[in-house]
């Protein structure tokens, strides 16, 4: 992006320096609709600029947790930028609102960005700035508390990621032993995990009362913009999920234990192959890994090849697990250059080929709308965002040849993959389940969290496995969960996108160059339009009713089978 409003030699380094920007914005007068479009666009490079200037404070700290420079410097700008900015954007969005050419903004997209403004303007508080500032504070230690996370085995430490390969041991008593040190050494931190959950839920219930509302559930569903769908839709959800998609699982992993003549069916059996074989390698290396999946874009379309290859060259990939690096996997927007970045813990499985096909599914996301003018017509709502990237596992199953160079070990991937798909939504419905709880109940006890957890799981988890005598782990078993932590109630637009992506797979199954060209299309309008209209031009419906979710449910156990 080329800057026209911010100098070209400069920096986000400290408020005072960034503060004249925000200034010069407030007291420009505008005296016609051209004269906003001109502000509006200064407004959106002056984001994008800060955008990505705390977008590499975040990047740099996840890549190296125990680094303290790094840290101190991503906590600079949460507490002695971000805190600034806040009452200061307000009045922004205020002047905004107040200028009678807002009316005159016809381009498609405005509709939708006036409407985000002005619930920002109706959920601000300036109470809540320093209560911001502490959450975020605190949502990072999570990251900090599983980067330290590590075991001893077989004469090496480990990530507790890469320990995740021994759970696919032939030898049972393998799996075991490592299940067992990475549930001890999560027990280590059990105690420091509740109570930082206890004072996150503390100080976002805070936020919500402070701005007018009964809990940070019904406050978190209005900041998270949910105009498309209510509280009551994602209860539906839950009950939907239950009905027809818990079934397939415990089918599935009666089917399992069969396979694996077990008659005591545990959780360190339920990732090892069920024919006895070794675990999926897809590949050996992280360049391996990316030279493998520009060939399998390619095959989908040449434009997605393009996309991870000119992130490789700029060097926006971050795959290896390795010792004090953050958990998870994440793909981030960097809204100046147009070129994002991808991070992740790969040690060669089978499940970091979907993570990597996931993120990039995210980062063609980001190429395809980065034409559009303003920095908040780039950011669309999660249930979009996850489209894009759960669509991108699917459709990308049909070139994993790719990776594996036996039609058996072909097969063994996409039965993995749409085993994935069945037991997402159960899961996503448990813990977004479990947070509407807690936030309904914000002064509950430690003791009352778990009840309710071991409730929630005994619904949508397997009835297969035998957790006696390890129901400690099974009870702390939602700590895993980041969002929880880092992105709370960001969870249960995974399932209605997984719902959206097996649509597009269907679509893509029966005409290939169409579905793509309808996901392109969909994934470029950014958030210019609703949900439903993005989804509508994916060729797909915005639903997940009971009679949705079992069509599509039928159609990925159809799709099972034939494989």
């Given at each position: 992006m080329k800057r026209n409003f911010v100098k070209a030699d400069f920096t986000v380094t400290t408020w005072e320096l960034l503060k004249p920007y925000f200034i010069q914005l407030q007291e420009r007068s505008i005296n016609s609709v051209d004269e906003l479009e001109k502000w509006l666009k200064d407004y959106s490079e002056l984001s994008a600029v800060i955008s990505e200037n705390m977008a590499w404070r975040y990047i740099k700290m996840t890549c190296?947790?125990?680094?303290?420079?790094?840290?101190?410097?991503?906590?600079?700008?949460?507490?002695?930028?971000?805190?600034?900015?806040?009452?200061?954007?307000?009045?922004?969005?205020?002047?905004?609102?107040?200028?009678?050419?807002?009316?005159?903004?016809?381009?498609?997209?405005?509709?939708?960005?006036?409407?985000?403004?002005?619930?920002?303007?109706?959920?601000?508080?300036?109470?809540?700035?320093?209560?911001?500032?502490?959450?975020?504070?605190?949502?990072?230690?999570?990251?900090?508390?599983?980067?330290?996370?590590?075991?001893?085995?077989?004469?090496?430490?480990?990530?507790?990621?890469?320990?995740?390969?021994?759970?696919?041991?032939?030898?049972?008593?393998?799996?075991?032993?490592?299940?067992?040190?990475?549930?001890?050494?999560?027990?280590?931190?059990?105690?420091?995990?509740?109570?930082?959950?206890?004072?996150?839920?503390?100080?976002?219930?805070?936020?919500?009362?402070?701005?007018?509302?009964?809990?940070?559930?019904?406050?978190?569903?209005?900041?998270?913009?949910?105009?498309?769908?209510?509280?009551?839709?994602?209860?539906?959800?839950?009950?939907?999920?239950?009905?027809?998609?818990?079934?397939?699982?415990?089918?599935?992993?009666k089917q399992r234990k069969q396979k694996l003549k077990l008659d005591d069916y545990r959780p360190w059996d339920t990732s090892v192959d069920e024919e006895g074989l070794p675990p999926l390698k897809p590949f050996a290396t992280a360049q391996e890994l990316i030279d493998r999946t520009i060939s399998c874009f390619n095959k989908l379309d040449p434009f997605f090849g393009d996309c991870i290859n000119t992130m490789q060259k700029m060097n926006r990939l971050d795959l290896e697990s390795r010792l004090g690096k953050a958990p998870g996997g994440y793909q981030y927007p960097l809204y100046e250059t147009d070129v994002p970045f991808i991070f992740m813990n790969s040690v060669g499985l089978h499940r970091d080929l979907v993570t990597m096909?996931?993120?990039?599914?995210?980062?063609?996301?980001?190429?395809?709308?980065?034409?559009?003018?303003?920095?908040?017509?780039?950011?669309?709502?999660?249930?979009?965002?996850?489209?894009?990237?759960?669509?991108?596992e699917l459709m990308s199953m049909e070139h994993w040849d790719e990776f594996f160079k036996t039609d058996e070990e072909l097969k063994r991937a996409k039965r993995q993959q749409l085993e994935g798909v069945m037991d997402t939504l159960p899961w996503i419905a448990a813990i977004d389940k479990f947070q509407h709880w807690i936030y309904e109940n914000p002064k509950h006890t430690t003791a009352e969290r778990y009840d309710q957890w071991q409730k929630i799981i005994a619904d949508f988890g397997s009835s297969v496995i035998n957790y006696n005598g390890l129901e400690s782990n099974l009870k702390r078993r939602w700590q895993v969960q980041l969002h929880l932590y880092e992105v709370?109630?960001?969870?249960?637009?995974?399932?209605?996108?997984?719902?959206?992506?097996?649509?597009?797979?269907?679509?893509?199954?029966?005409?290939?160059?169409?579905?793509?060209?309808?996901?392109?299309?969909?994934?470029?309008?950014?958030?210019?339009?609703?949900?439903?209209?993005?989804?509508?031009?994916?060729?797909?419906?915005?639903?997940?009713?009971?009679?949705?979710?079992?069509?599509?449910?039928?159609?990925?156990?159809?799709?099972?089978?034939?494989?």
């Open positions: 190296d947790t125990a680094n303290t420079e790094l840290r101190d410097s991503f906590n600079d700008f949460v507490q002695n930028i971000e805190p600034h900015m806040s009452p200061i954007a307000n009045d922004l969005n205020k002047k905004i609102i107040a200028t009678p050419f807002k009316d005159q903004l016809t381009k498609a997209g405005y509709d939708i960005y006036l409407r985000g403004i002005k619930n920002s303007i109706d959920l601000f508080r300036e109470e809540n700035i320093p209560l911001n500032t502490k959450l975020q504070e605190l949502e990072q230690q999570f990251g900090e508390i599983n980067g330290a996370q590590s075991i001893e085995y077989a004469g090496e430490k480990m990530t507790l990621q890469k320990a995740g390969v021994f759970l696919k041991d032939l030898n049972r008593a393998v799996r075991e032993e490592v299940y067992q040190k990475v549930q001890t050494r999560r027990a280590q931190d059990e105690d420091a995990l509740n109570k930082l959950f206890t004072k996150l839920v503390e100080l976002r219930n805070q936020v919500a009362l402070n701005a007018g509302f009964k809990n940070f559930r019904d406050y978190k569903h209005q900041a998270l913009a949910r105009f498309d769908y209510s509280v009551q839709d994602c209860l539906n959800f839950h009950e939907a999920v239950k009905l027809h998609a818990v079934p397939l699982i415990n089918e599935h992993d096909v996931h993120e990039g599914g995210h980062a063609i996301h980001s190429f395809l709308d980065f034409g559009l003018e303003l920095v908040d017509f780039k950011s669309p709502p999660s249930e979009v965002a996850e489209l894009a990237s759960m669509s991108m709370p109630f960001y969870y249960i637009e995974y399932g209605f996108a997984q719902l959206g992506a097996v649509a597009v797979w269907r679509n893509y199954k029966r005409n290939p160059k169409d579905a793509i060209e309808k996901y392109k299309k969909a994934l470029a309008l950014g958030y210019t339009q609703s949900i439903p209209k993005i989804y509508e031009t994916a060729g797909i419906k915005f639903d997940f009713s009971p009679a949705y979710i079992k069509e599509l449910m039928d159609f990925v156990k159809e799709e099972y089978a034939k494989i």
